[in-house]
């Protein structure tokens, strides 16, 4: 099998833009979500919450099962509140 290595660079640039923008979704939807998925954990892709579950095993479960691939959707747990660390 041969791999083009321009074609290779050009699907992880577009996929590590997506997940940018998808966690930028989230950082911006947060509030938002809570309405829905408080205490829960979402999965995004393409700006949309795709699944979400009571613990990331049920959702990554989920989502295998649908023929989704986890490593490749961003998946997010939605808080009460945010919490800040100071170190």
């Known amino acids: 099998m041969t791999f083009n290595n321009n074609t290779m660079d050009e699907n992880l640039s577009h996929d ?4 940018q923008e ?3 979704y989230f950082e ?6 809570r309405a829905e998925f408080l205490n829960k954990f979402v ?6 919450i795709i699944d979400s579950g ?3 095993e049920e959702l990554r479960n989920r989502l295998e099962n649908n023929n989704q ?3 490749r959707i ?7 509140e945010e919490t800040i660390m100071i170190l």
């Open 16 to 19: 590590l833009e997506r997940f």
């Open 22 to 24: 998808d966690i930028l």
């Open 28 to 33: 911006n939807k947060k509030e938002e979500l």
């Open 43 to 48: 999965a995004i892709k393409n700006k949309r």
């Open 54 to 56: 009571n613990s990331i």
């Open 69 to 71: 691939d986890p490593a």
């Open 74 to 80: 961003i998946i997010e747990f939605v808080p009460e």
